[in-house]
């Protein structure tokens, strides 16, 4: 089968078991990948063996970035003690946890090549996480918790794991020498994403086209990792950090109809490659378990069950100390950033591994320097892509009903009436601006007697609403107008297809209709 038609099919696959997993309510990563591996296994089917620089330059870049541009700055100031404690303290603890179990059940396994294995793993998978705080509807500061731990632990442990790798295939390495590739990568990295954000919102500051906007927020990701790579900086870094200064300016940078298109492609984009991606974990890993030597295969289970349980339990305990250890000194941290339990069982158990640590073992090297091929290295790539796909089953599908048994999730009704108190403060101020907005453009006085009115409507009824209604009618009256809403569109189709309507009229109509749709969801 040739690439092409390979990579076609999959994401055609991806696409029709993700759209089953929904409507089954099932999580759609965990099916992918046991798809994956039972197509992998399918006699005669020749294995799609995927590049290490197709994952991290082609795949990981927009997926990266769509998280980085949820984070929220001003959440992230509060949380951002346990969040650089996790991604940096806890990586670190990680890789050297599972370097030590790696080297007590496979002795002939030396301390870098172990080492190596635990930086691989090391990190959690940020496209399940973003996709958790989305369906789940978290709190603001849990959800910057999670999602920012989640993206600045993937930089971390893939410089870690840079480091790690020089070791295994140099030989020998100061501890000089690592630490300044370790700041080179991570500064570096940095550094080159603050500038490809900066650029790119400059940019789209002074540009109002739609079309060019959608293109400018779909390219820039690709930039940073492309520049990243070629200068030998992080690439994770780069997108992350790109990804974080651009989203904090997206409303002063963007046209509103920018954001409109790049807001749809994007959920284009990440959709077929977030499925995508993890049916290539399943295939993947059936190809290293033919390749795996017999002799090989009953270590590499017991080596399997101990990584994946040192995992959750190097987490859980950091999580432990996160919450526990600041009641020893009241006043540090401040009361804001304190962690209950319910938060720190949330936090542990969303630890899932994925996609860059499939990536970070694929980039491991064949052969080291002296000319020997790179030691237990088809073991390592079974058991890290084992670990992923144990973790994404058990964790990714357990996640949602923890959550809820814990009562963490925002009610819907909470956020009904934040967007409720939201739009009739707009109004106010809208209402405020209008007289100042009425002499520069010079609008005669039954035009702005219209507005005000409108606005005045708009003002009575958010108050009306959050005044008189409790969450369940909140909730109620939200499916009421999302049936008024469906009502409208039949009766559009019915017009357009007796051709009542022109395309144009429609068109125009149909886009209002998916607006209020939207508007009425978000």
Same mark, same amino acid.
């Given at each position: ?93 990680? *890789? ?93 990295? *940095? ?36 520049? *990243? ?154 058991? +890290? ?57 010079? *609008? ?24 008189? +209604? ?53």
């Amino acid at each position: 089968m040739h690439t092409i038609e390979a990579v076609l099919g999959l994401v055609v696959v991806a696409i029709g078991v993700a759209a089953v997993a929904d409507r089954l309510r099932t999580p759609a990563p965990s099916v992918l990948v046991l798809v994956g591996l039972g197509v992998g296994f399918i006699p005669g089917f020749t294995s799609l063996h995927v590049s290490p620089e197709l994952v991290t330059l082609g795949v990981l870049p927009p997926l990266l970035f769509s998280a980085a541009q949820q984070i929220s700055l001003i959440d992230l100031r509060r949380v951002w003690r346990p969040v650089a404690a996790l991604a940096v303290g806890l990586v670190a603890v990680t *890789a050297l946890a599972v370097a030590a179990v790696t080297h007590a059940v496979a002795p002939a396994i030396s301390g870098a090549v172990a080492f190596t294995f635990g930086a691989v793993l090391a990190s959690t998978d940020p496209v399940a996480v973003s996709a958790l705080s989305r369906d789940l509807r978290l709190p603001e500061r849990v959800g910057t918790l999670v999602q920012a731990e989640s993206l600045f632990n993937d930089a971390t442990s893939l410089v870690l794991f840079e480091v790690a790798v020089t070791v295994a295939v140099r030989g020998h390495v100061t501890a000089a020498e690592a630490a300044l590739r370790f700041v080179t990568l991570g500064v570096g990295g *940095a550094a080159l994403g603050a500038a490809v954000g900066w650029l790119t919102g400059a940019v789209l500051r002074h540009t109002h086209e739609p079309t060019v906007q959608a293109a400018l927020t779909v390219v820039s990701p690709y930039v940073a990792a492309v520049v *990243a790579q070629a200068i030998d900086v992080s690439p994770v870094t780069a997108v992350v950090v790109a990804g974080i200064m651009l989203g904090r300016r997206r409303v002063r940078t963007r046209h509103f109809g920018g954001r409109l298109v790049s807001g749809s492609v994007y959920d284009v984009v990440v959709f077929v490659l977030e499925n995508a991606i993890f049916a290539v974990i399943g295939l993947e890993l059936a190809s290293f378990i033919r390749a795996l030597p017999h002799n090989d295969r009953m270590a590499t289970g017991v080596l399997l069950a101990v990584v994946t349980v040192t995992l959750l339990t190097a987490r859980a305990a950091a999580l432990a100390a996160t919450v526990w250890l600041p009641r020893l000194w009241p006043r540090r941290p401040a009361p804001a950033e304190r962690l209950g339990w319910q938060v720190g069982a949330i936090v542990t158990w969303a630890g899932a591994r994925g996609v860059i640590p499939l990536a970070a073992a694929l980039s491991i090297p064949t052969h080291t320097d002296s000319g020997a091929p790179f030691p237990h290295r088809a073991l390592i790539l079974v058991v +890290s892509a084992g670990v992923v796909v144990v973790t994404l089953f058990v964790q990714r599908a357990t996640l949602a009903p923890l959550v809820r048994r814990l009562g963490v999730a925002t009610p819907e009704g909470d956020l009904t009436a934040e967007m409720l108190r939201a739009r009739h403060a707009m109004a106010l101020a809208a209402l405020d601006r209008l007289d100042a907005l009425t002499v520069s453009v010079e *609008a005669s006085e039954p035009e702005v007697g219209r507005i005000r009115a409108e606005l005045q409507q708009q003002a009575d009824v958010t108050r009306d609403r959050l005044d008189r +209604s409790s969450d369940g009618d909140l909730q109620a009256s939200s499916r009421l107008r999302a049936g008024v809403l469906a009502a409208q569109a039949d009766e559009l189709a019915r017009l357009r297809v007796g051709g009542e309507l022109s395309a144009e009229g429609f068109r125009h109509l149909q886009r209002q209709l998916d607006l209020e749709n939207a508007r009425l969801r978000d």
